[in-house]
């Protein structure tokens, strides 16, 4: 059945550790990276080597590269989040002080983490929708402290391969319509 999708989702990750877990075990409370705003958007980019001859009687493509990418903007968060989209940063916490330090920068301190990044949109009515890649952030971020706006992390996570097959996005929609 081909439904309309509305709304927005949820956005969870956890550290990738070769596979893939259960739905259920990425949505959890610890699990969710923050709330969002302003939605998530999923784009597939493939590019094309083409070979012809000079008369262009013949042809023949094959596809070179592909990128997947997953943007989205995280209005919840804290330094633990600053962590998981910066492959150079390191948290430490005084639970005296209750202070959480984050310091980011120094090539050296790059740790070559992958996450399993993980989007919910729910529909009690079409059904719900779940697209799950493996990657980090290589967009970097910006923090925007103003004095009448809220500070959203605008993440780019740039997808990985997630099994042997070189999948980059698994898409998942639950759909009535689905018969045997």
Known sequence: MKKIVL???KLYI?????TLPEDAVLEVETKLLGYIQGGATLSYKPSFYEAKDDLGIVSKKMIADEEAILKSGVMTWNGNTLKKLSSTARVTEDTTKKIRTVKIGGAGNHD??????????????????RITIVGSNEAGFELAFAKDKETVINAEFK?????????????KEEDS???A
């Open 14 to 18: 956890d550290e990738f550790t070769g």
């Open 159 to 171: 997808a990985q391969p997630q099994d042997n097959e070189g999948t980059l996005i698994l898409y």
């Open 112 to 129: 070559g983490k992958k996450y399993v990044i993980h989007f919910v949109h729910e529909d009690a009515v079409d059904g719900d929708i």
């Open 177 to 179: 319509g689905i018969t």
């Open 7 to 9: 709304g927005s989702g």
